[in-house]
């Protein structure tokens, strides 16, 4: 199986930190580029952060300054920490390999299962 796995989410209070991994099995994460997707409460399936091959990294407006992507790869590991954490933070979040496209809801083979962030006022 390819499916990268997440781990990490969990429950915190408004101005709290989380820290999410991304590993995968069977292939590596640097090889590819790796993506953290959200669903929030509303349904919609956003695109928050990616760090491509070349170590490029993106961020949602959303998340700017705030998130920060990164790759181990002694560890094979994609890690999403997150500080200043927001009610509106509050989503499952997906760890995804060579996909920006929003596949929150369908299943999509190259995507993990989802770790549940919570985030109370």
């Known amino acids: 199986d390819v499916r990268p796995v997440e781990s990490g989410g969990g429950s915190v209070q408004a101005g709290g930190s989380l820290t999410l991994s991304c590993t995968g099995s069977?292939?590596?994460?640097?090889?590819?580029?790796m993506a953290w997707h959200r669903q929030g409460p509303g349904n919609r399936c956003e695109l928050v952060s990616v760090?491509?091959?070349?170590?490029?990294?993106y961020y949602a407006d959303s998340v700017k300054g705030r998130f920060t992507i990164s790759y181990d790869n002694a560890k094979n590991t994609v890690y999403l920490q997150m500080n200043s954490l927001k009610p509106d933070d509050t989503a499952v979040y997906f760890c995804?390999?060579?996909?920006?496209?929003?596949?929150?809801?369908?299943?999509?083979?190259?995507w993990g299962q989802g770790t549940q962030v919570t985030v109370s006022s």
């Open positions: 760090i491509n091959k070349d170590g490029h990294k």
């Open positions: 995804a390999r060579d996909s920006v496209a929003p596949h929150c809801t369908d299943g999509h083979p190259n």
């Open positions: 069977g292939f590596r994460l640097g090889d590819s580029d």
